[in-house]
């Protein structure tokens, strides 16, 4: 069972543009929510991460939004530029437990120039 | 780039045999989580050590063990390898308490 949905599955957009990707999650033990950035053949790299008591957080380009009621939270990239193109996840976990991360299935956006 | 190092980079081993993955935490980092990325997919935690023991266990069978030693760098074993354990193996490093985890570069295991 998933427990962190995310979609689209792709997404492209032209330079400039604002990408925005969505994740979904049912466990309101979750308390933790962050995006990671992997490019090909590397590991996953922390983008911005956001609590529940917060329902919007800016990191340069990159902003979460979060609606505790609706379990919902996404990423905006502003401005966005052709060294964007990656695939992005997002991730929930809790603190009660081990703290591990569960992942969405990811997307691949592409930022034409 | 984070402190967290990864070794080999990329094997290839036949179904049935046994494989060791090792991870070195960034500095001051004292908790090691072990994830398995399979092609297209997001990770998947397997299991996460503390203090050198296994702090708790994703759904992966008991083949899949590993270890942590005092300096906090750990080794993932895989025995009775299967093809479906073709995957990228991702190690994580954080500090007790604290939910960020730094990734490592993983290493790409092939299963034949």
């Known amino acids: 069972q998933q427990q962190v949905k ?42 911005i991460a956001i609590r529940p008591d917060v329902s919007e957080k800016k990191e340069g380009r990159f902003t979460i939004s979060f609606n505790k009621s609706a379990k919902q939270f996404s990423l905006h990239i502003m401005d966005s530029q052709p060294g964007d193109s990656a695939t992005y996840f997002c991730a929930a976990s809790s603190q009660t437990g081990a703290n591990n991360l569960f992942f969405g299935t990811g997307t691949r956006l592409t930022v034409i120039p | 780039e984070t402190g967290v190092t990864q070794s080999p ?7 049935g045999q046994q494989v060791t993955l090792r991870c070195s935490s960034q500095s ?27 702090n708790g266990r994703g759904n992966f069978p008991p ?27 991702l190690c994580a490093t954080s500090s007790r308490g604290l939910e960020t985890q730094y990734f490592g570069p993983g290493t790409r295991l092939l299963v034949l």
Request: with cysteine; charged share 15%; net charge negative.
């Open chain 2, 63 to 89: 083949r899949f063990s590993g270890l942590q030693f005092p300096n906090y760098s750990s080794e993932l074993n895989v025995n009775a390898l299967e093809l479906d354990d073709s995957a990228l193996y």
């Open chain 2, 9 to 15: 980079t990329h094997l290839i081993k036949t179904r």
């Open chain 2, 28 to 54: 001051g980092h004292n908790t090691v989580s072990w994830y398995q990325q399979a092609l297209g997919q997001g990770p998947q935690f397997i299991f996460q050590y503390y203090r050198e023991e296994e």
């Open chain 1, 6 to 47: 995310q979609s689209p599955q792709s997404l492209i957009v032209q330079k400039g543009g604002i990408p925005i990707i969505n994740c979904a999650y049912e466990n309101t033990a979750f308390d933790y929510f962050p995006w990671y950035q992997q490019f090909p053949g590397k590991g996953p790299a922390l983008l």
